[in-house]
């Protein structure tokens, strides 16, 4: 999500990011890589090290998508444990997940010495640790489980963090970076290898032919490609067959300020649900102390404020060490049925590939994607790629029972169904809501000048009805995950078309209902002040 404000900043968003143009003629190319973040940048890289010729388009900046929303965790142990993995898809693809998975790790560590990339690449240990009896049982079972899939080389230890915890399970050897520095490493070396690169380029459609891809810009330039990549978080080229598959989910994070070497260099995760993530990012005089959890269903709440106080609370509480936060912002997972991320060929498509499904571990299950989609564009049979299928059939039961919740919950959110909504003069400047007009909620928000934009509220992608984010200054999506700008463009697929202005509605309801001239709101202001 292409979203900066003041409110919300990740600290990877601190530095140069890298270069890259708009697009501003028909292409022709092998591969079109549609993303800019670890996953598209990475495949790219692994289909040029092969000899593609490749395009990297983006619709907003390089590295600037949710690759630059992370907690920058580098780890092959699952968020949701691998003994609930297991039960979900079985051991074998269990263990295909875990052997992928750790390959990433070691395919980042490999590309940072061969290109010397200076992202503050470190193996560290990996810490989960039970702060009650519950979760004492999950890393019983958690143990065993990893066990029996071939990671072997856990084992109990002492959990670095204040307050009485049920015990605590050490991984060895994950890792942590910078997450943009190297993307900026890995966007210069496909440079140097004859990629394209190319930035606010937004690809709003991708129809098969025979023997090619031809793919839509909003831009107006057509990109012809033989294989397409779709690495876009969420994808936009298959409506609905993967999304019935997976849900989204806001997680929120804050950085903090640690006297140096006070915490322990490690990745620190807890067993609460959701669950709380931790892990330092050195800095030359101190160091950041990175906390995340809070997480909900996207588009199903909007107190951002309450629950970033809520995580400085519980790390204060664990960490009394910590000096001040320096930086909050909050990003978008998406959580698969089965707990299992979706790479490989689009169901319905021949030529169209799509990574997605990262379930918070997006930026290992982006690299492990570069590792599996060469080999399909090519023909060419990979031993991870069943696994993670997007046409795969889930077969447990136990996840598909939570999943369909999140599908009724969904549907409750289409636009046909919702009522309510806000008095168009109650929106303050700088804010969105929900306004009931002609007995339908549409989309409304007041620009710093006082104009009041009105657009209908149904996402672009299946209609359901958006909701305002006022942490992030957007709409979401509850549904699939959309996010939109105060004015309606899309941020965030799978919606790849702006929501539909309805100015004239407004303009034809009742006289209270119309907004105010921007000089009677200036002199109301004034009046105010």
């Not at 519950?134 to 959990?159: C, P, S, V, Y």
């Not at 996010?483 to 009742?510: D, I, M, R, W, Y």
Request: contains cysteine; proline residues 5%.
């Amino acid at each position: 999500m292409n979203v900066e404000n003041e409110r919300s900043r990740s600290f990877w968003m601190d530095v140069d990011r890298p270069e890259a143009r708009r697009l501003g003629s028909n292409l022709s190319i092998d591969v079109l890589v549609i993303g800019g973040g670890i996953a598209g940048l990475s495949t790219a890289y692994e289909l040029v090290q092969r000899g593609h010729e490749v395009a990297v388009v983006d619709r907003g900046a390089i590295g600037g998508g949710m690759t630059a929303r992370t907690s920058a965790h580098l780890a092959y142990e699952t968020d949701d444990l691998y003994s609930k993995l297991i039960g979900a898809v079985g051991e074998d693809s269990a263990r295909t997940y875990f052997e992928s998975q750790r390959a990433a790790v070691d395919r980042i560590e490999a590309i940072c010495a061969e290109h010397k990339i200076a992202c503050d690449f470190a193996r560290v240990d990996l810490y989960v640790f039970a702060p009650d009896h519950r979760g004492r049982r999950k890393l019983d079972d958690e143990i065993d489980a990893a066990a029996r899939i071939g990671f072997k080389t856990i084992e109990w230890a002492d959990a670095p963090v204040e307050g009485m915890t049920r015990g605590c399970l050490r991984f060895p050897h994950q890792a942590r970076f910078h997450p943009l520095r190297y993307l900026s490493g890995l966007s210069r070396a496909l440079s140097r290898d004859g990629a394209k690169l190319y930035a606010n380029t937004p690809v709003i459609s991708v129809e098969e032919r025979a023997r090619d891809v031809i793919a839509e810009t909003g831009n107006g330039h057509r990109i012809v490609a033989r294989s397409v990549v779709a690495a876009t978080n969420s994808p936009f080229v298959n409506r609905l067959a993967v999304h019935m598959k997976q849900a989204p989910y806001r997680t929120y994070i804050i950085a903090a300020r640690v006297p140096k070497r006070s915490v322990v260099d490690a990745l620190i995760w807890d067993t609460d649900d959701p669950y709380h993530y931790v892990r330092v990012q050195p800095r030359a005089k101190d160091d950041l102390l990175i906390v995340g959890g809070e997480d909900h269903k996207t588009g199903t709440a909007d107190d951002a404020d309450k629950r970033l106080e809520r995580l400085e609370t519980w790390a204060r509480s664990r960490f009394p060490q910590l000096v001040s936060v320096e930086n909050a912002w909050s990003g978008q997972v998406y959580e698969p049925s089965d707990f299992m991320p979706f790479i490989g060929r689009s169901p319905g498509y021949k030529r169209t590939f799509i990574v997605t499904g990262d379930s918070g571990s997006g930026l290992t299950t982006g690299v492990a994607a570069s590792l599996i989609l060469p080999d399909l564009i090519e023909g060419k049979k990979n031993p991870w790629a069943k696994a993670y299928s997007p046409a795969r059939k889930v077969k447990a039961p136990s996840p598909i029972a939570d999943f369909v919740k999140e599908q009724v919950s969904a549907a409750k959110h289409l636009i046909a169904h919702v009522t309510g909504g806000d008095k168009p003069e109650e929106i303050a400047r700088g804010r969105g809501a929900l306004i009931r007009v002609k007995g339908k909620n549409h989309a409304a928000y007041r620009d710093s000048d006082g104009e009041l934009h009105v657009m209908k509220a149904a996402c672009t992608h299946a209609g359901c009805e958006v909701k305002w984010n006022s942490f992030e200054e957007c709409w979401d999506c509850p549904c699939h995950g959309s996010h939109f700008a105060p004015l309606g463009e899309p941020l965030q697929c799978p919606a790849v078309k702006p929501l539909e202005t309805a100015n004239a509605v407004l303009a034809e309801s009742t006289p209270a209902a119309r907004p105010k001239s921007r000089k009677v709101e200036e002199h109301a202001s004034r009046r105010r002040g």
